[in-house]
């Protein structure tokens, strides 16, 4: 039957539980008398009459590494396990590839880990870009109180706690039909919706130039040139000014003996740009800390008397990109203590925010109004009006031209004869209220929630 229980270890060995792959005959029954079995932890053949359950699959003894190893009944144990083991510890690649030769649970794997995007309503595409999908849903998938869209925000370049890249591409174009639980974007190491740990590579097991001891593999250059095993990683790199004993340290460009070139990725608030290509040893933030008084050279003291205090007072401590690490600076946070005034990048920073937030709502507003005025249309169009805006006559059959010449909040001004579309109108008109009013909440309260991330701790 489909009848599915789960037992424990210490409950199956109560029963006698027939393999997997057992013989069955059209009808599911056994298809031979006896039947190899396990019972209280024995192998052994059971008469068929007496079997109790049976395996829903054969993978189910072993772990998801295991099951997404080929062949695996083939393969000696330690190299089973040593392939299962560097599964989990696989980085994800810049061009994600499937695998040629699989188990079949690649794409419940990739669906499971939750880092593709999956449909929550059947529906036809509406809009697609990098960092959003809208889908229009059924029809008869939608609630009365329901504006019938569903728009899914996709993870771009955002760092893991592995510092590994989490980024989502949408798989689906404008005008696709999809069904609840498909696919729409892929996530790090899947494509296509299955898991795509590594490379389909061409490689040569053999010597090269007599150069044979233990295993020689041989592989092309465009290994390299196609980045074919390139992997992209975020590091998070922090700056802190913090008040001390002689004084407070300062974030600036204006750092003492640091030659221009130094400087030239810095803005005037001494904070790098976004989308600057920095390698280890350049100045990322400028900060400059106060210096305990000491005993002054000749130099210092001729260098005193004519540049004043200034020259020597502080020493540099800026935050630059550490030894071996070199990339592209991909964002920049600002975060200041409640009371201490911001500095001009912090305020672009936060007005860049605002206008992100407020402008990702009013296209999802956008969208819904839309969405739910397409229904209206579909709704209203042939019905006959009693009267409307633009001296409509009593009688007259509603046509898209005449829609087209109303703006928006004339629709609810049509008076119908026909009681549903009439109601429908009303609806329509609360659920848009009932939008415009949830957004403008939403808007509100992310902007508290923005400005409490940029603010620092006490600790800082």
């Not at 949408?170 to 069904?179: K, Q």
């Not at 250059?221 to 004084?247: F, M, N, P, W």
């Not at 005449?402 to 703006?407: E, S």
């Amino acid at each position: 039957s489909s009848h599915v229980d789960y037992l424990s270890a210490i409950e199956e060995g109560e029963f006698a539980i027939a393999q997997a792959n057992s013989v069955l005959n059209a009808d599911g029954s056994f298809g031979e008398d006896f039947v190899s079995c396990r019972f209280q932890g024995e192998p052994m053949l059971v008469p068929a009459a007496d079997v109790h359950y049976m395996d829903v699959s054969p993978m189910q003894s072993v772990s998801v590494a295991a099951a997404l190893v080929p062949f695996l009944e083939h393969d000696d144990a330690n190299r089973a396990l040593m392939g299962a083991n560097m599964q989990r510890q696989a980085v994800p690649t810049l061009r994600a590839e499937k695998p040629f030769v699989g188990t079949g649970i690649e794409r419940a794997v990739a669906r499971d880990s939750g880092v593709t995007v999956a449909a929550r309503r059947g529906g036809v595409i509406d809009q697609v870009d990098a960092g959003r999908i809208v889908v229009r849903v059924n029809e008869k998938e939608i609630s009365a109180d329901d504006a019938g869209v569903d728009i899914y925000t996709l993870t771009k370049y955002t760092r893991s706690n592995q510092n590994t890249n989490l980024n989502q591409r949408p798989l689906v174009n404008v005008g696709d039909v999809v069904a609840k639980g498909d696919t729409l974007a892929d996530g790090s190491s899947t494509d296509l919706g299955e898991l795509a740990l590594g490379q389909n590579m061409l490689v040569a097991f053999m010597p090269w130039n007599g150069y044979n001891f233990e295993d020689s593999i041989l592989i092309s250059e465009r290994v390299v040139q196609e980045d074919r095993y390139t992997s992209i990683h975020i590091e998070e790199l922090t700056c802190t000014a913090r008040d001390t004993k002689l004084g407070s340290e300062e974030i600036t460009a204006d750092i003492p003996n640091v030659g221009d070139q130094a400087l030239a990725r810095l803005d005037e608030s001494g904070v790098v740009y976004i989308g600057a290509e920095v390698k280890a040893g350049d100045i990322l933030v400028g900060k400059v800390t106060p210096k305990g008084e000491s005993q002054l050279t000749p130099e210092e003291k001729l260098l005193r008397a004519i540049f004043g205090e200034k020259a020597s007072d502080v020493k540099d401590s800026s935050l630059r990109v550490p030894p071996g690490m070199d990339g592209t600076v991909i964002d920049v946070q600002v975060f200041t203590r409640d009371g201490v005034e911001r500095d001009k990048r912090a305020k672009q920073i936060e007005e860049a925010e605002t206008k992100r937030i407020r402008k990702d709502l009013d296209d999802q507003f956008r969208i819904l109004e839309g969405a739910i005025f397409q229904r209206m249309r579909q709704q209203i169009v042939g019905k006959t009006a009693n009267s409307g805006p633009h001296g409509l006559k009593r009688g007259t059959v509603l046509t898209d031209a005449y829609l087209d010449t109303l703006k928006k909040d004339e629709w609810f001004k049509l008076s119908l004869k026909e009681e549903d579309a009439a109601e429908f109108l009303e609806r329509a008109a609360e659920q848009i209220k009932a939008h415009k009013d949830a957004f403008e909440h939403r808007f509100k309260e992310k902007q508290p929630s923005w400005r409490r991330a940029t603010t620092c701790s006490p600790a800082c």
